[in-house]
């Protein structure tokens, strides 16, 4: 509920400045990004050299785009520190729901999985 960091400034110039800090979304949506297709990468593929580019980049990228709403006065460092571990979190899950969706072994037991609105009911046939 604490106002951003440059909401005095905000005031001073006459802009809306009434927004509260919450965590990033920038900061979130870029450490999502990087989480997923890190793991995405690690499990596809085999090229040592892709395996430790890739994720560096990514994850540099998304530090960056953290920092820098630090430095731009829109959050402080635990609203970027907490959608960075929201972001991680959430790239994570869908990751682990991807993967088990495109799971190629065949089961012998009917089963619910998740599917995008709902549960889906699957049975071998």
């Given at each position: 509920g604490r106002h951003r960091p440059n909401y005095d400034a905000?005031?001073?110039q006459g802009v809306e400045g009434?927004?509260?800090?919450?965590?990033s979304g920038h900061s979130s949506n870029s450490f999502?990004?990087?989480?997923?297709?890190?793991?995405y990468t690690l499990h596809s593929t085999e090229n040592r050299f892709w395996r430790l580019t890739l994720p560096t980049l990514l994850y540099s990228g998304a530090t960056y785009t953290a920092w820098s709403r630090v430095a731009d006065h829109r959050h402080y460092p635990s609203d970027v520190i907490v959608g960075a571990v929201a972001g991680?979190?959430?790239g994570i899950l869908v990751f682990r729901w991807y993967d088990g969706m495109q799971s190629t072994k065949t089961e012998s037991v009917a089963r619910l999985v998740p599917?995008?609105?709902?549960?889906?009911f699957t049975t071998p046939i």
């Open positions: 905000a005031q001073r009434n927004s509260k800090s919450f965590y999502m990004a990087a989480t997923y297709l890190s793991l991680s979190a959430v599917y995008p609105g709902g549960i889906m």
